[in-house]
Each structure stands twice: as C-alpha cells, then as structure tokens.
C-alpha cells in the first residue's frame, strides 16, 4: 500500500461516529438490548446522570461521562444544550460515541435536534436507536390513542401553553416548582383554575404517581422534580366556548393588566410585582384555594419553607437557597396581603418598619456611635431592642413557645446568660451533662415514666447548654444529622433493593457495612 493511501487509510479510521440512544422512562427494564450492547461496548455519554436507569448502568459496571455539569454553567436551557451538544460533536470526532438520554431520543429531546445538525456540518456520522418512552406508559395510565390529537409541549413553551384545553396537551421538562409555577400561570390565562389535570412522575416505576389535580395546584405538588409530566384534556365544548366568550370579554382581564403593568411586561421584578400576583389571586375571580386561606392555615407553609431553606444551606446548594428564599418571601407577601385586607397593616408598613428597625440597631452605621469590636455591637443591638419593647418587664419575654423545642432552649439560655445567670467554665457544663445522663439512668432503671420523661428533658436541656457553650446550635446541628442519617439510609435501602432480597435476610453486620459505604462517599 502506498504512503499516500495508507495515510488516507489512516485519517478515514480517526474519523468517529455518533449513536444518540434513550435510557427508557425510567425502569432499567424498558432498556433494549441492543442499546444496552452499545452502552457495553462504546463511549458513553450521559446528558444527565439523574435518571433511575443509571443505577443499572453502574451494577453492569459500564463507564460513562455525565453533562450534569453544563446545567450549573448555563445562563438558559438554551445555553445548557448547546454547550452538550458541543461537547458531544468534540468527542465524536474521533471516537466511535453513544449519546444517552432519558426516555426516548426523539420525545422532547432538544439536544438530539442540535446534534443532527452539527453532525451533519462536521461530517460526523450519526445514528439514532428507538427506545421506549414515558409517552408509552402515559397513553397505557391515562387510557388515551395519541390519533386523537394529542399534542406534546416543553413547560417553557408559554405560546403553545395558550391553546391548552383545544386538544389533548402532554407537558414535559417540569423540572422544579419554579417551572411548574410558570406554567400554571401561564395556562389559568385560557383554563378555569380547577380544571382538572394529571400529575404524571416516575411512570413505570414502584413508586410511579398518575393522579388528578386541580389547575391551582400543580405547583404544590411535594414531588415535582425532573420525571415529572402534566396531561391536560381536551375540554367539553361548553368549556371552551366558556374561555372564548372570556378572551373576547376583556372587562376584568384589561382592568388587571392596566393595574399591574408589570406582570404583562416581564421585566426585572421588584417586590411590588409579586404583591400585586398576591392581590390578584387573592381578590373576587382569584385562586380559590388562595382566598380560602387565613393566617391559621398557612401557618406551617412558613415554617416548612424556612427550614427546606436551611437544608439547600446545608447541601451547599445556591439554586435552592435561591428558590427557598423566593417561597419565604412569598410566605411575608401573602401574610401581608391578608393583613391588609383586614386593615391591620400592609406590605410597605412591613418593608418600612424593617427597614427602620435596622438603622435605628445600627448607629454605628448610620450615626455617630462607636464600637471597637462585634461584642460592643450585640451590646448596643440589645439596648436598642430593650428601649424598643418596653412591654417586656420580665427577662424571657418574647420567645416563642412555638419554636422546636432544642431552639427554644438555646434561645432561653443565651437570654438568660446575658444578666449573668450563666455557667463560667465549659468543663462545668460538661459535668452537669452527666450528671443528667446518670439520673436519667436511674430513672429508667426504675421504669418511672414520668421521671424518665422529666429526667430526658434535663438531659436535652443540658447537652444543648454545653452546645452553646462550644459555639454549636442544636436545632442545626440535629437537623444536619436527621438529613444525614435519611441520606446513609436510603443508600443502605437501595443496596438492598438491588440484591432482590428482603430486609429479614440480612444480618445488622451486613447492613452495617452497606452504612460504612455510605459513610465513606460522604467524605
């Protein structure tokens, strides 16, 4: 063979290949075998890693790269495809590559239509297997023919969300409650608010959801995350001569966007924006389930949102501490806006009076006093805050009862160490936490219920002393443990859905192991 055809030889084998195949909606099952050969055999690349399939993937031992990544990079879904389809069209230029997606390459799969592009301006071949999708089990759950119309939509697809209730309309990508959020406002502009949907999630799957949901509620969904799906039906004609005679009425609809021309015009949001949402839904022609509320029944909803704030805190996770702190500020508008409503104060008294509260506690700010140090600042604050409630005569006054119960603690004992009622030295905590742990042995010995209980509480009381003591806050510290322990175990639990065996089958030796493996990739 010549040098110059052998070198053509040479160049022509460099040249890689593309094979776009789908990990099936969810059950390692659905899989073919013939994309399982392929994942076997070749270069793989996930575009995400966050799929049920991918545990199957690792037990068979099959290597993968996965695209999580370019999700935190990407200013839009937009931006995020196009850099993974980038990077995939890189890596086949000179390797035989299988592209993965979940469900089925050609349902939904923005990057896929990328690919063939860029594929074909490098000349890259390209090859795109069949696999099963999450619209299979759907039409099987929901009992409908896709010839009757049905029409599938990405959730940020707002013009196509404007014909819902026209044809059978299949909603994907609701990744989070933020999209889902969007997406309902977006079809309570065509759609009755109780109009009724399904809320579709790991279909094919043991703990798979197809239920019916009111409109008003797809975003309080506790299991939103990325295989979740919306089905909306077609509408009786009634329906939908009911939402033109609306769209041609123009009456209430214009008074609103005249109001509040910023919801119309989706500029950078303030917070007057999210207050007027507030006022709208919560006014006569509103969200039902927005006016039934009261102070009393959304009162854990604030609660709940705070502490699923603590935990995006603790997981280091900004996308989350960012859309916890949306939902508390929604918590403040809401509870403003009944406020007002009862002529009790408004959302700007609220804003004002915080606002004021902070000047006033910092006049080494904003004034002319001095401090030397953080201590001399807590002192002034806490000056500022007696001359400020002067209705508090007694030195606990103010905690609240309802806080839980290891926060309560902490809070009564740092009140009570600012006049002096305070252990000096951390080793007498320390003794005192055993001395409650000895007559809490005692107690238990006797089998006294009441004096167990009584003798737990000090216990309690005591360790959360000496935390403080140390610097640490209990309530935290527990809450870091409760979310650890649920994370050790769930790992534990799917090494033992894996093996096919049940829980009696196992010794605590050996789920003990499973839980050290746990252990070790955490750290």
């Not at 759907?138 to 409908?144: E, P, Q, S």
């Not at 509870?335 to 409503?341: D, G, K, N, T």
């Not at 609220?350 to 910092?362: A, F, N, S």
Request: one cysteine or more.
């Amino acid at each position: 063979m010549g040098t110059e055809h052998k070198a053509g030889f040479e160049n022509s084998r460099m040249k890689g290949s593309l094979t776009i195949v789908g990990l099936g909606p969810g059950a390692a099952g659905h899989l073919s075998l013939e994309t399982l050969k392929l994942l076997e055999e070749r270069f793989v690349i996930l575009r995400t890693e966050i799929h049920p399939t991918v545990a199957e993937l690792k037990r068979r031992g099959i290597a993968y790269i996965s695209c999580d990544t370019w999700y935190e990079k990407g200013a839009t879904f937009e931006d995020v495809y196009d850099n993974i389809s980038s990077f995939v069209i890189e890596q086949a230029e000179d390797k035989d590559v299988v592209y993965a997606v979940p469900g089925s390459p050609l349902v939904a799969e923005r990057t896929v239509v990328l690919l063939r592009g860029k594929a074909e301006k490098c000349g890259i071949p390209l090859t795109v297997k069949p696999a099963m999708s999450f619209l299979d089990l759907a039409y099987v759950k929901l009992g409908i023919d896709p010839i009757d119309g049905l029409r599938i939509v990405d959730a940020q697809e707002f013009s196509a969300l404007a014909d819902a209730g026209r044809y059978p309309l299949m909603v994907t990508q609701v990744y989070n409650k933020m999209v889902a959020s969007d997406m309902k406002l977006s079809l309570m502009d065509v759609l009755p608010d109780e109009t009724e949907l399904y809320f579709l999630r790991n279909l094919g799957l043991d703990d798979e959801i197809c239920r019916k949901i009111p409109l008003f509620e797809i975003d309080r969904q506790p299991e939103i995350d990325h295989l979740t799906s919306v089905f909306i039906p077609r509408q009786p004609e009634e329906t939908l001569q009911s939402m033109l005679q609306n769209a041609k009425d123009e009456n209430e609809t214009a008074g609103y966007w005249e109001r509040f021309p910023l919801l119309k015009h989706k500029t950078k949001f303030d917070v007057r924006p999210l207050a007027d949402v507030m006022q709208v839904l919560r006014e006569p022609g509103g969200c039902p389930w927005d006016r039934e509320q009261d102070f009393d029944t959304i009162r854990a909803n604030l609660i709940e949102e705070c502490y699923e704030f603590l935990e995006a805190v603790d997981d280091k996770d900004t996308h989350g501490m960012e859309e916890e702190l949306g939902d508390i500020l929604m918590q403040v508008v809401f509870h403003a806006r009944m406020a007002e409503e009862k002529g009790m104060f408004t959302l700007q008294d609220v804003i004002d009076g915080v606002t004021d509260k902070l000047i006033e506690r910092h006049p080494h700010v904003f004034g002319t006093v001095k401090v030397a140090n953080s201590d001399e600042v807590l002192t002034n604050w806490e000056a500022i805050k007696l001359q400020e409630k002067p209705e508090r005569e007694r030195v606990l006054d103010g905690i609240y009862k309802g806080l839980p119960s290891l926060l309560r603690a902490h809070k009564i004992q740092k009140r009570v160490a600012k006049v002096g009622f305070d252990w000096t030295e951390t080793d007498d905590v320390k003794k005192k936490v055993l001395e409650e742990w000895e007559e809490f042995n005692e107690a238990a010995a006797r089998r006294n219920q009441d004096d167990m209980e009584k003798e737990l509480g000090d216990l309690y009381f005591s360790l959360v002393n000496f935390a403080r003591h140390l610097g640490l806050e209990s309530e935290t510290a527990l809450n870091r443990c409760n979310n650890r322990f649920v994370t050790r175990f769930e790992h534990v639990e799917d090494r033992v859905t894996k093996s096919e065996k049940g829980w009696s089958e196992y010794s605590l030796e050996e789920l003990d192991r499973f839980w050290d493996e746990a252990k070790e990739a955490e750290e």
